[in-house]
């Protein structure tokens, strides 16, 4: 049998990077080149050609492809998306106009209300109507679809979203809307809010429908430019897309749907941290990804990423109630619940006004970057202040490939925040990351304990190149008690791409009081979807041993808007097991707020089925036992500053490639490699795992 | 390291900085935590609610707005509640109840809950939140009726225990909720303000476990001079001098009489003065607002014209000074009726903005929507036969600025609140909305425009409910600045088979099935002279229907040809020097 590899390719702001795994033996292969922004495709396939050349790979053996990928986010924040039309019920032609009529910032005068991505002269009424329980109050205008669809067809609209009010409960003339405009005006590709997104709250549907119109002509673009150019290569593989859920899709589906990738980068962190924890027999999860711009931090529990609808794509990155709202276009699809917050290696610190030490939300990026690239950077930033702290190496950074001014990033800080603060440089540089960490320990707090999960049943993963760097003092801050560093922590988010299943997810919305449910009606909804979900499987070459499927239904106190899931089983639900359901759900809101009522009636509200169509995963390579002791792996030691220790010491540092399965690191220590450095407190420890995973704790926990 | 003697002796700027955090992410979940418990539309959807910490001695420490309303609200009435009902007479669990405006709390629907926080058995502070409940009795449905005393408006709650160690008390609830129409979603709301000071005391607790309460009480103090000293940095940065302004309420809501608004604004590099006389007094009627709410307008407008990063604490009121004439109509006395008080501090807002125009003309808007614009109704529901009262608020036009035009339909100064989603009301309440919609030419004109305003329709089914208007600007515009047209009236209308017609912006009445109750709101000012703006923008609005070709002739003089989509280049250079002339 000749040799099969999997491949995946995650184009991301800056890098596009590959990676290939052999499916006998789990040899990994990475490549890394710059992404070409104007057309993304064009890094994608220098990334495939690179990475088969280095590998020795032949095309054909390809066997498995997935794409994580920005483009369809990137056509709606760059506005170059294609004419796209809104039809809607009569009355509400200005639906996307008026929004959530509230303003995305509450002080600011000069505050700007979101652009609709659908301009007015394009947004279309019919009549017709349903009511709230989706009975016909009004015919569809037929005729008039059929005088839109000339129109479209004279103004060469490419794409069209059709939303009317109450369609998630029948999508009666939204589908029969549909079917006249394939008829009428075949070259505009429509979107159906009662099939996208069958949910109730009728701006956030058709947000979500119009969204998927914007961008649907450019990703099938798109995905069919690559898929051509990969079949020209040789490649026959099946192609694949992340979606943001954490699932993957088939090219064919995310053209047609490709509202669910919107995320689709971020997401495959996640995976990548639940595919290594779980490895090591982990299922309850933090993974912590920080790189130049931002930080994220994501739950897993039980093996399963926390996933949200309750999202807006290009918003700016402020947790809050009420702050941030209204700032990007909401969709309400599923996407890995992620809190994302301006602390990257590139963010900026400054004193404020009132003489205050200050970090981010601004950044440096990649171009100028900070202080000690020496691109031309005059801002301190958290990676000047982890140079100047002595926890990075200036002359083994990317592997040596640039030497970091050591001095300019001290001068920076001294500068800008020592003499501003009265405080001398390295004691400014500490507060720096200090003040970063603090603002992560928040983001962690939102992802953990605000929602009622103690950190201390937690493992962390952490990764992106600067994660491993700060992450042992946030365990320590957050009383999460273990910290998995996986080998090369910088293109972890690529590995994530190949680790991951097939996933389709469906909801629909019938609300019923669970003491008046009807147990018949809910398991015909199921098995419905379930159907729908096993179909789609089918047609993307599942066998049926490989599917899965799990139900949530969605409840709260009947008068409450918000929902919490809770899992039932797959079997037919009886009175019983919807009783149990129920107290289910008491529990969980006490968890969450703090106090149940179980007297309080409550109400049914979605039902959630999640196909899912299992990959085998690749074998995980074990790394190969050192003849020799951990001694030689050290390079030599030098100066860290430690905080809570407050001053420098004596810190050895390692080479993380030398360093073998069995081997032990007591901190304070740095262990360094090609795309990151981790660093090990006084009073931590870190073991070497087959895999090659740096497991990190306190000395007396671990050991 | 002790952390105790550590901030006895110095300031730590990165402890500063952590805790300030800490604090606000506290009150940052309790709103979170009310968001996703709370029953009513108008707090879990509309978000018309907000959560503070307040230390021992009633100092507004750290706060979560969703609506900037509530700005000043917590921090007045905290400390009179705690004062009238004894600090040590609080006891850790309880929560107490207090909505009366003739205490400084704001109308009768907002309902303020505080809790006392202690740790370790030593009394740290206050958790509070403050809710407008969609209805507290009186003889309106959801509460919003014009009346002329306090005790017409519903149920007052002067400081009550509705939390005893814990144990909710059954017959304070069972007492409030006798006096409300909407029991269930009443109820609902308690629960989630309960709830959320209960979140906040987790949050609260772990913080004071890792800092200790000496160091967290020093950085408290640390953090109040901070902002007292930023917004004194930002007064001195802010040109000096008295600077006038006034604007008028179409009528009180009894009388047709308008109620006319005066404001004076003194910046001396110091301190603010914002001085109200000669604003008419106060009358028995719903258009009064106390203290506390003209406050909130006079912070409100600070906050947009300084440094918006200064936190907002104690220390930013410091340098704030008030003349309010008492008995006047922002400093209004018991026993008049005050549910309008929002209504009057939104326009105070105007007043000022307006006052400050020639002072800071590039950093105010032009006449804005500058009402809340409540619609309100209620009765016996068809299908469950229950009570029910629904309350929204409706966005409007926002004026122009210096550099871009006013957004179309959208909430103004101190209120943020969401609309209703139109598939949630329907499905909830025996109404139905049939348009909800912009209403063009409905723009004061101007080289930026003011935003447009909205309209919405109801119909309700199957009975006839109380429906209640609390509203303005059906006879005062919005007016422009620099030369901007002012902005298209509102318009509340009754429309039936036979006829349409206005009915007054303030009041209630009973609506058949089948008629429709319309309301358009107003359009914003116009920024600038109209013949100034760019004629391609006015092509935009016109192809995108905001603008009538006609109101683009009559109005900014640019004439469009509807059928190819372009300027007529020459008959647009002459119509703009005619408007020019006509001007002067």
């Not at chain 2, 901070?226 to 809501?253: C, I, K, M, N, W």
Request: glycine share 10%; net charge neutral.
């Amino acid at each position: 049998m000749s040799r099969r590899f999997r491949l995946g390719v995650d184009v991301g702001g800056t890098f596009t990077d590959a990676v290939l795994i052999s499916e006998e033996t789990g040899e990994i292969h990475i490549a890394k080149v710059s992404t070409t922004p104007k057309d993304p495709s064009i890094g994608f396939l220098a990334a495939v050609t690179q990475i088969l050349a280095k590998s020795g790979a032949q095309a054909p053996n390809v066997s498995y492809l997935v794409h994580g990928t920005t483009v369809a986010t990137n056509a709606l924040i760059e506005g170059k998306t294609p004419k796209t039309a809104f039809i809607t019920t009569e009355g509400f032609r200005d639906l996307l106009e008026i929004g959530r009529q509230v303003r995305p910032s509450l002080y600011d005068i000069h505050f700007q209300k979101l652009r609709p991505l659908v301009p007015r002269d394009l947004c279309f009424e019919i009549s017709e109507r349903l009511d709230a329980s989706g009975n016909v109050l009004r015919t569809l205008d037929e005729h008039r679809v059929v005088e839109i669809a000339k129109k479209f067809e004279q103004e060469d609209i490419r794409s069209v979203a059709i939303c009317f009010l109450h369609s998630y409960l029948n999508p009666m003339h939204e589908e029969r809307t549909e079917q006249l405009l394939r008829k009428h005006a075949p070259h505009t590709v429509p979107s159906v809010s009662s099939h996208i997104c069958p949910e109730i709250r009728e701006y956030f549907r058709a947000s979500t429908t119009v969204v998927n119109a914007c961008i649907k002509p450019v990703v099938a673009n798109y995905l069919q430019g690559i898929e051509s150019q990969l079949k020209r290569q040789g490649i026959k593989a099946e192609l694949l897309t992340m979606q943001s859920n954490g699932g993957v899709l088939t090219f064919e589906q995310a053209a047609e749907r490709p509202v669910f990738m919107i995320e689709s980068g971020p997401a495959a962190g996640v995976i990548a941290a639940n595919f290594i924890a779980g490895n090591l027999g982990f299922s309850d999860v933090v993974s912590f990804d920080m790189g130049g711009t931002t930080a994220k931090a994501g739950l897993i529990l039980g093996g399963r990423p926390k996933v949200t609808k309750d999202y807006e794509v290009g918003a700016e990155a402020r947790p809050g109630a009420g702050q941030s709202r209204g700032s990007g276009y909401p969709i309400r699809t599923p996407v890995i619940d992620l809190v994302e917050i301006g602390a990257g290696g590139g963010s900026i610190a400054w004193v404020d006004a009132g003489g205050v030490l200050r970090v981010g939300s601004q950044s440096a990026g990649a171009d100028p970057g900070p202080i000690c690239y020496r691109r031309g950077g005059t801002e301190p930033t958290i990676t000047d202040a982890n140079l100047a702290l002595g926890r990075i190496n200036p002359r083994y950074f990317l592997g040596g490939e640039m030497d970091l001014d050591l001095q300019g990033a001290t001068e920076g800080i001294r500068k800008k925040c020592a003499i501003p603060l009265g405080l001398d440089t390295i004691a400014a540089a500490n507060g720096i990351v200090e003040i970063a960490n603090a603002a992560m320990v928040n983001a962690l707090r939102l992802t953990t304990v605000r929602r009622g999960y103690d950190p201390r049943a937690l493992v962390m993963v952490a990764f992106g190149g600067a994660g491993p760097l700060h992450a042992n003092r946030l365990c320590a801050e957050m009383q999460i008690p273990r910290l998995i560093v996986p080998l090369s922590p910088g293109t972890a988010s690529a590995l994530g791409l190949l680790t991951t299943d097939v996933r389709h997810e469906f909801s629909r919305t019938r609300i019923m009081r669970a003491d008046q449910a009807d147990a018949d009606a809910i398991n015909r909804i199921f098995v419905a979807m379930q159907e729908e979900g096993s179909e789609l499987l089918r047609r993307e070459g599942i066998p049926v041993s490989r599917m899965s499927f799990l139900r949530e239904i969605e409840m709260r106190y009947k008068g409450q808007s918000y929902e919490l899931p809770v899992t039932c089983g797959t079997g037919p639900l009886s009175a019983e097991a919807l009783a149990q359901v129920c107290s289910q759900f008491h529990g969980e809101y006490e968890r969450a707020y703090g106090r149940g009522y179980p007297t309080e009636p409550v109400e049914l509200v979605n039902y959630r089925v999640t196909a899912v169509g299992a990959i085998p995963h690749p074998p995980v390579r074990k790394i190969s036992s050192r003849d020799c002791g951990v001694d030689q792996a050290q390079k030599g030691a030098r100066q860290v500053f430690f905080s809570e220790s407050g001053g420098f010491l004596s810190t050895g540092v390692y080479d993380r490639y030398k360093l073998g399965p069995g081997h032990h690191i007591v901190g304070p220590s740095v262990v360094e490699e090609m795309d990151s450095s981790t660093l090990i407190h006084p009073g931590f420890e870190a073991n070497v795992d087959s895999f090659g995973n740096l497991l990190i704790g306190a000395r007396a926990v671990s050991t | 390291m002790n952390s105790n003697e550590a901030a006895a002796q110095s300031l730590n700027p990165i402890l500063f900085e952590v805790i300030r955090n800490a604090l606000s992410e506290a009150t940052e979940e309790m709103s979170v935590c009310l968001q996703r418990t709370a029953y009513s539309t108008n707090i879990k959807t509309r978000l018309d609610f907000s959560s503070a910490y307040v230390d021992a001695r009633g100092r507004m420490v750290a706060q979560a707005f969703c609506q900037p309303a509530h700005l000043v609200t917590i921090g007045r009435i905290v400390p009179r509640a705690v004062a009238e009902y004894g600090a040590k007479n609080l006891r850790p669990g309880d929560v107490l109840l207090v909505n009366d405006p003739h205490r400084q709390a704001s109308h009768l629907n907002d309902i303020f809950s505080i809790s006392p926080f202690h740790y370790t058995d030593e009394l740290l502070g206050y958790v509070a939140n403050i809710c407008h409940h969609v209805d507290v009795g009186g003889g309106a449905p959801s509460s919003i009726g014009a009346f002329r005393e306090i005790y017409q408006e519903g149920l007052i709650l002067p400081v009550v225990k509705l939390v005893s160690e814990g144990e909710i008390v059954a017959d304070v609830l069972k007492m409030v909720l006798a006096n409300v129409r909407a029991k269930k979603e009443v109820a609902g709301d308690l629960r989630a303000q309960i709830s959320a000071n209960q979140i906040g005391i987790r949050r609260l607790t772990q913080l004071l476990d890792r800092y200790g309460a000496p160091t967290v009480n020093f950085y408290i103090e640390k953090l109040i001079e901070y902002s007292e000293h930023r917004v004194l940095a930002e007064l001195a940065r802010l040109p000096r001098g008295t600077f006038e302004g006034e604007d008028q309420l179409d009528d009180d809501g009894i009388t047709s009489e308008p109620v006319h608004l005066k404001a004076r604004v003194t910046l001396d590099g110091k301190s603010v003065t914002f001085d109200f006389t000669g604003t008419d007094s106060q009358r028995p009627a719903p258009m009064n607002c106390n203290l506390t709410q003209t406050f909130t307008a006079c912070v409100y407008v600070l906050k947009c014209l300084i440094d918006r990063d200064i936190p907002l604490n104690e220390g930013f009121y410091r340098p704030i000074h008030i003349v309010a004439p008492e008995g006047s109509a922002v400093n209004a006395t018991h026993p008049t009726a005050i549910v309008g008080g929002w209504e009057v501090s939104m326009r105070l807002c105007e007043v000022l903005f307006k006052a400050l125009s020639s002072a800071l003309p590039e950093q105010v808007p032009a006449g804005s929507k500058g009402m809340v614009c409540h619609v309100g109704f209620g009765g016996k529901d068809p299908n469950t036969g229950d009570y029910y009262c629904f309350l929204e608020t409706l966005g409007g036009g926002y004026g122009g600025r210096v550099s871009s035009d006013g957004p179309d339909a959208v909430q103004t100064h101190i209120q943020n609140t969401q609309n209703a989603p139109v598939e949630e009301t329907e499905l909830n309440y025996p109404v139905r909305i049939p348009r909800y919609s912009l209403v063009p030419d409905s723009d004061g004109a101007g080289r930026w425009r003011g935003g447009l305003g909205l309209c919405r329709e109801y119909v309700y089914v199957g009975h006839q409910p109380v429906v209640t208007i609390l509203a303005d600007r059906a006879k005062f515009p919005a007016l422009g600045l620099f030369g901007g047209g002012a902005g298209k009236l509102a318009r509340y209308l009754l429309i039936t088979d036979t006829s349409t017609r206005e009915i007054p912006s303030k009041g209630s009445m009973q609506v058949k099935p089948g008629e429709i109750m319309r309301v358009e709101t107003c359009g914003g000012g116009g920024y600038g002279y109209a013949w100034e703006r760019d004629a391609e923008l006015v092509l935009r609005d016109v192809r995108e229907g905001k603008v009538s070709a006609k109101r683009a002739r009559d109005a900014y003089g640019v004439s469009i040809d509807t059928v190819k989509w372009t300027i007529n280049q020459v008959e647009s250079e002459r119509l703009r020097r005619q408007l020019q002339r006509k001007k002067r």
